[in-house]
Nanobody, 124 residues
Framework: QVQLVESGGGMVQAGGSLRLSCAASGRTGSSYAMGWFRQTPGKEREFVAAINWSGGTTYYPDSVQGRFTISRDNAKNTVYLQMNSLKPEDTAIYSC?????????????????WGQGTQVTVSS
């Protein structure tokens, strides 16, 4: 079992930046790829970023490519999401997820563990 706790959410003006963190605990000795997803009421969960276990490969959708950066520190069991040039449409609850195995994925159903989420609000 792996527990995930997100932090770093908040309110920011358009054009600003936030850095989210996701701390993992529990059975973190196994290899896990990590991902970030976001969701707003009435909308489907949306893929935001993923990273493989070693951190050597990252994945982004077009909507955040060039603005968001996912990274990880395996020594600290922590994954980060640096979000720059934020837009009002980035407003959502952001959740991190862990997927057993080496490679990340853009598909939420391939992830095994989820955090509770952290709210990000971008004002115009």
């Amino acid at each position: 079992q792996v527990q995930l706790v997100e932090s770093g959410g908040g309110m920011v003006q358009a054009g600003g930046s936030l850095r989210l963190s996701c701390a993992a605990s529990g059975r973190t000795g196994s290899s896990y790829a990590m991902g970030w997803f976001r969701q707003t009421p009435g909308k489907e969960r949306e893929f935001v970023a993923a990273i493989n276990w070693s951190g050597g490969t990252t994945y982004y959708p077009d909507s955040v490519q060039g603005r968001f950066t996912i990274s990880r520190d395996n020594a600290k069991n922590t994954v980060y999401l640096q979000m720059n040039s934020l837009k009002p449409e980035d407003t959502a609850i952001y959740s991190c997820a862990a997927k057993k195995g080496y490679s990340g994925s853009r598909y939420y159903y391939e992830y095994d563990y989820w955090g509770q989420g952290t709210q990000v609000t971008v004002s115009s």
